[in-house]
């Protein structure tokens, strides 16, 4: 975040100076408004991009069998425009190669989910998912094991839900 700042801060001053140089190189002033409305609209610019391509950056910077299963959307009335056109700022990934399988259990799977969000350090968690129950449980140890499938925590799931379709459905 504070990256963010200092890049934004930087860009403005660049976008100040290219139009004040011009200007003072042939000895003239420029009009009282036309700095100060050249640095507003770079910051207000850069921040737009900076937030609205986080996630197609963060996307394409995953390591090869990481995949993108849900966005999740924002609106905030302080940012007016996100209530037109919303920003992804939190984003749950697959990692394929980790699927782990279980010859005693067919139906079930322990995937490792990455879960992303902006201005935060991506983190892992562990989630069995029993496809065949459409229920999920979170687990802490990658084992797939009789005693860690009859005493998970389960909960159910939509079998419509992006999870469930990543996992059982392909």
Same mark, same amino acid.
């Given at each position: 975040?504070? $990256?963010? =700042?200092?890049?934004?801060? &930087? !860009?403005?001053?660049? @976008?100040?100076? #290219? /139009? ?55 609106? $905030?009335? =302080?940012?007016?425009?996100? &209530? !037109?056109?919303?920003? @992804?700022?939190? #984003? /749950? ?78």
């Amino acid at each position: 975040m504070l $990256t963010s =700042l200092l890049v934004t801060f &930087l !860009l403005a001053f660049l @976008a100040g100076a #290219m /139009v004040w140089l011009p200007y003072r190189t042939f000895r003239r002033n420029p009009p009282r408004f036309l700095i100060p409305t050249v640095i507003g609209a770079t910051m207000l610019a850069f921040t737009i991009w900076n937030e609205y391509t986080w996630a197609p950056r963060t996307i394409a910077a995953l390591p090869a069998g990481v995949e993108v299963i849900e966005r999740i959307e924002r609106h $905030t009335p =302080l940012q007016p425009w996100t &209530l !037109l056109f919303p920003r @992804a700022d939190r #984003m /749950v990934a697959v990692d394929r190669g980790g699927i782990l399988t279980n010859e005693r259990f067919p139906d079930h799977y322990l995937v490792e989910l990455v879960l992303l969000e902006r201005f935060m350090p991506g983190r892992l968690t562990r989630v069995m998912i029993d496809c065949r129950g459409a229920r999920q449980a979170s687990v802490g140890e990658p084992a797939l094991d009789a005693g860690a499938v009859e005493t998970a925590p389960w909960a159910s799931m939509r079998r419509d839900g992006p999870l469930f379709r990543s996992v059982c459905a392909p």
